[in-house]
């Protein structure tokens, strides 16, 4: 019977720590004397340690002298809620705040009914048999009343799954009295008049490492402070998973080294570090892993119903930091999901994480509408953060939730859904990235998605990716060369052992890699490179195969980079005879070469000659691209460029001026073009004689170009050098002298010391030093 465990005797500890039995009979008067408590607080936690979010607790209780009814502290699983608000009852009961104090585990509705009945049977002296009854008239009694004493009085509602499984049982708002909730989700329907909501968050990874290192010491180890450090960072910094480490470590009287590299096997689960379900610490019932799944489920039953578990599955594969919206967006994960949800799927399977399909033909897909809402379904569950409100919407997955996600996944539904997320990376990748804050998010995420996979894996087998070439090409053009040397390098290292070394791809990377040699300065190395990989391709591709034509083009460029120009002029006049004979005059191979037969011709002192054939090339470009394709306008940019270089400075100036008019119309004001001309238009003035002109336009430049494409961008370095220069060539020898001194760090950094740029640096910072009188003498 259910009145049963209200029946007999009952115990519960005064304040001052003695036990008090009392009896109670139907439902007639309670015989409980105050101070009282109904239900069981959980225990302390080994170790427990004070948080930032148990002084806001305390404030948010009496804010200024006014209390606050209820605080509801929402977080995800594992974050130490429950220890919390434990803590925060135990300290009210000790501290004598309170007469009486209920504890309710409220994680479904009967389970809440049950235990503000069981406070009902003893304050309110209410029927037993009926606990819906008995809650009703416990909220009742908890309204204040005239003539009767104030009780002080703490409900702590512990672990609400939904929202909906308290309507009709909050308690009321009384000056007397406070309600504690805690909960993973996030709905309105919890906060409102007389509410506040604390966000419980992760420990920070000093909290975490002094939570590890006592917790150690209290088993009688002790492990290097920077091994404690790493574990913190390992395990997100999430409580639930560090207390359930230090008791699997004790278990299997296991290092931290060891422990980590357990971690870090992706042949592993989660589940497989940490403690069975029958040595779990500080009376814990689920494991880390399965902190989450009722989430899981429930998220999964919402609207749009079946879109929270794939899309967290896809989420998994990324980088928890921060996923852009566009990409959980994109045509691919919208396509994944209408196929995961409109599949019908026998009972015992729907818990399975469902395995996205490949078709030929075209999918239907589901709405970003949909997707957003999947988003919010499980940011109120606690899942994700999601940020609306941010740019670029960054979606934010704790890692072990994550991994909880990919261990649900068999080996096919794993490759699939990183196959999926790759493509969902490539198709948010802007065609022009204006945007360096996005770009750096997107290779974040491409990387994070090649460690999910490994170098074996299906971003790299039975082909690469073109995600992993992108977000190569990427960080160089960010700036970062050296960077970009390292991952090509890497990349081609990787291909040579998977692929072989005559796989297409391989020839690929080795092209990647030479060409961002040549960036960073090794001109020479990279034409080396070139010239052993064009014979490679001619012998497994053929001579006339387009990646063997592209090959010859950079060859022949950075040939002229080397410092022979003429020869440059040589290898691309046969190299266009082969595009013509092969793809005709028109093709976009063709004008190209021409293109830069025209610049190496300049290179090589015939400015006028440059002049004359890039007007030939402007005529043709129009006429086979139209006037505003961007081909044509760099034709333009060109012409204007040699036409300063024949000596006619003002007349660069205002063919300049007038092609900005154009980019700017159709390519906008932050395109890189559109700033390129900007600096070329600050160069000339410069050149015919107005240094203040070309100050006042490369500092105005500087200030968009910053903001564009980043601090560390080649652009704007180059315009830092630029504007350097002019500031000493407008007779401010010791501002070009600050300025180069500054430019000479960040090259340095960037680029390294032995790059033409920072050499060129570190010549006119010797150079304004002596003009400005301050001596050849250089910074340490």
């Not at 852009?324 to 919208?334: C, D, E, G, W, Y």
Request: charged share 20%; with cysteine; hydrophobic share 40%.
């Amino acid at each position: 019977m259910a009145g049963d465990i209200f029946s007999g005797p009952t115990a519960f500890q005064t304040g001052d720590g003695n036990t008090q039995h009392n009896h109670f009979h139907g439902a007639g008067r309670p015989v409980i004397s105050l101070p009282h408590q109904v239900g069981v607080i959980p225990p302390r936690a080994q170790s427990f340690t004070g948080r930032a979010e148990a002084a806001r607790l305390r404030e948010a209780a009496s804010r200024g002298g006014t209390a606050l009814p209820c605080q509801v502290l929402t977080g995800m699983g594992g974050v130490g809620k429950t220890q919390l608000a434990a803590d925060e009852a135990r300290s009210a009961w000790a501290e004598g705040e309170v007469d009486l104090l209920v504890w309710v585990t409220a994680v479904d509705r009967a389970s809440a009914v049950a235990g503000l009945g069981r406070a009902g049977v003893d304050m309110a002296g209410a029927d037993p048999s009926d606990p819906q009854a008995a809650a009703d008239a416990f909220l009742a009694w908890l309204e204040p009343k005239t003539g009767r004493e104030p009780c002080r009085w703490l409900v702590v509602l512990d672990d609400v799954a939904d929202p909906a499984d308290l309507r009709g049982l909050w308690p009321p708002d009384s000056p007397t009295g406070r309600t504690l909730v805690t909960t993973r989700r996030r709905d309105s329907a919890l906060t409102g008049s007389g509410r506040s909501r604390i966000e419980v968050g992760l420990f920070t990874e000093d909290e975490a490492t002094d939570y590890l290192a006592s917790a150690l010491v209290a088993g009688g180890r002790t492990e290097p402070d920077d091994q404690l450090a790493a574990l913190a960072v390992d395990l997100g910094c999430l409580p639930l998973a560090l207390s359930q480490a230090v008791a699997y470590l004790a278990d299997q009287a296991l290092g931290i080294a060891d422990y980590r590299a357990l971690l870090a096997d992706r042949t592993r689960t989660l589940t497989e570090a940490v403690p069975g379900s029958g040595r779990l610490p500080d009376d814990q019932h689920t494991s880390v892993g399965a902190a989450w799944s009722l989430s899981v489920d429930l998220a999964d039953r919402q609207d749009p119903p079946g879109f929270a578990r794939p899309l967290l599955a896809l989420a998994a594969m990324l980088d928890p930091n921060g996923i852009p919206a566009s990409v959980l967006t994109s045509r691919p994960v919208r396509e994944l999901l209408a196929a995961a949800t409109d599949r019908p799927e026998p009972a015992p399977q729907r818990r399975r994480w469902r395995r996205p399909q490949t078709s030929t033909a075209p999918a239907p897909a589901a709405t970003e509408e949909q997707v957003h809402r999947a988003l919010r379904v499980l940011d109120r569950l606690s899942l994700v953060d999601d940020n609306p409100g941010v740019i670029h919407r960054p979606v934010r997955v704790h890692s072990l939730v994550q991994r909880t996600a990919r261990d649900s996944l068999t080996p096919g539904e794993h490759t699939a859904y990183a196959l999926v997320a790759a493509d969902a990376v490539l198709a948010a990748w802007p065609e022009m990235e204006r945007d360096a804050d996005l770009a750096q998010t997107l290779r974040a995420n491409t990387a994070a998605l090649a460690a999910r996979t490994g170098p074996a894996g299906c971003l790299h087998l039975p082909n690469v990716h073109k995600v992993v070439f992108l977000a190569g090409r990427s960080l160089g053009a960010s700036g970062q060369v050296t960077a970009a040397v390292t991952y090509f390098r890497n990349l081609a290292d990787a291909t040579r052992t998977g692929l072989g070394l005559d796989h297409p791809d391989t020839l690929t990377a080795r092209g990647d890699l030479a060409l961002w040699q040549g960036r960073g300065g090794d001109a020479p190395g990279a034409v080396s490179a070139l010239t052993e990989l064009l014979a490679d391709q001619e012998r497994v591709l053929g001579p006339g195969h387009i990646d063997t034509l592209a090959t010859r083009h950079r060859l022949a460029d950075w040939r002229g980079e080397a410092g022979d120009a003429a020869g440059a002029v040589s290898a691309y006049s046969e190299l266009l005879g082969i595009y013509e004979l092969a793809l005709g005059p028109d093709h976009p191979g063709s004008l190209e070469t021409r293109r830069a037969i025209a610049f190496w011709r300049g290179e090589t002192g015939d400015a006028t000659g440059a002049v004359t054939a890039y007007a030939e090339l402007l005529r043709d470009r129009t006429r086979v691209l139209g006037p505003d394709h961007p081909h044509t306008l760099e034709t333009r940019h060109a012409i204007a460029h040699w036409q300063g270089e024949a000596g006619d400075a003002t007349g660069a100036v205002s063919a300049y001026a007038e092609l900005l008019t154009d980019r700017t119309r159709v390519l906008g004001p932050d395109h890189p073009h559109t700033l390129e001309t900007r600096h070329a238009i600050a160069h000339w003035q410069g050149e015919a004689g107005d240094a203040t002109g070309a100050v006042s336009a490369f500092a105005e430049l500087l200030t968009d170009v910053v903001r564009v494409l980043g601090p560390d961008h080649a652009g704007t370095l180059v315009t830092r050098h630029n504007l350097a220069y002019r500031r000493g060539e407008a007779g401010d020898a010791a501002g070009a002298v600050t300025a180069y001194a500054e430019l000479l760090t960040d090259r340095t950094r960037v680029l390294g010391p032995d790059h033409p740029h920072t050499l060129e640096t570190r010549r006119n910072l010797t150079h304004w030093r002596e003009r400005s009188g301050a001596g050849p003498s250089m910074p340490a």
